[in-house]
């Protein structure tokens, strides 16, 4: 069975930080992994998805994040915070032939300025 | 802007009573999903719609059931409220199954139901 584990429900940055939204996986086959962004009182909206490609994935707002298969980690960075990026962030994980992707329990991004 | 349009975008509905949520998904995408989303938590997957055929199921009981069009547009509908179904109803459409080489989803606004 796939699960998504997000470590820290909430974190809280200075504008100008750096970002890091850690994701882990499990996946008893090579697995597809999203990451979405919600704002308050809107649906999600991808940043970026992992599909066997590169594993360094570059996506929207200037976040990127690393596949690393040894960790099964899929963790979400950004060099540089900013207070737009205030929202939560929810890790997905698919697998080939599976109809639902499994999220984690979200982590919101705090931007102090 | 995701293409997928979801209505109402707010209710209000007393335990005991019958609602249903409508979704049109993006142009030239086949597939549905609904997502429950409670307060707090992340999106946990209720049904997919291939086809006008239900494509696979999650953890939820046979109160909640749907349908989808020949335009693939869906609606959810969820029997004998209860308070626990507060919540945001998401719906996602997507190409040929779910994650099929890793499919794009896009999901709507969402729905809140709010069950008093």
């Known amino acids: 069975a796939q699960s998504v584990t997000q470590l820290g429900s909430h974190v809280s940055v200075s504008e100008g930080a750096l970002v890091l939204l850690r994701c882990n996986y499990s996946?008893?086959?090579?697995?597809?992994l999203f990451w979405y962004v919600q704002y308050p009182n809107q649906g999600l909206q991808l940043l970026l998805k992992y599909t066997s490609a590169a594993t360094l994935v570059k996506g929207i707002n200037g976040f990127e994040a690393e596949f690393k298969k040894s960790e099964t980690s899929f963790h979400l960075t950004k060099p540089s915070a900013h207070m737009s990026d205030a929202a939560e962030y929810f890790c997905a994980v698919s697998e080939t032939g599976r109809r639902a992707l499994t999220f984690g329990s979200g982590t919101r991004l705090q931007v102090q300025p | 802007e995701t293409g997928v349009t979801q209505s109402p975008t707010h209710l209000i509905k007393t335990r005991g009573q019958q609602v249903t949520l409508r979704c049109s998904s993006q142009s030239g995408h086949n597939t549905v999903s609904w997502y429950q989303q409670a307060l707090g938590q992340g999106p946990q997957f209720i049904f997919q719609y291939y086809r006008e055929e239900e494509n696979g199921r999650g953890n939820f009981p046979p109160r909640f059931s749907g349908l989808q069009f020949p335009n693939y547009s869906s609606e959810l509908n969820v029997n004998a409220l209860e308070l626990d179904d507060s919540a945001l109803y998401l719906c996602?459409?997507?190409?040929?199954?779910?994650?099929?080489?890793?499919?794009?989803?896009?999901f709507g606004e969402g729905s809140w139901l709010t069950v008093v």
């Open positions: 996946s008893s086959v090579p697995p597809y």
């Open positions: 996602a459409s997507s190409r040929g199954g779910q994650t099929s080489s890793g499919n794009t989803i896009y």
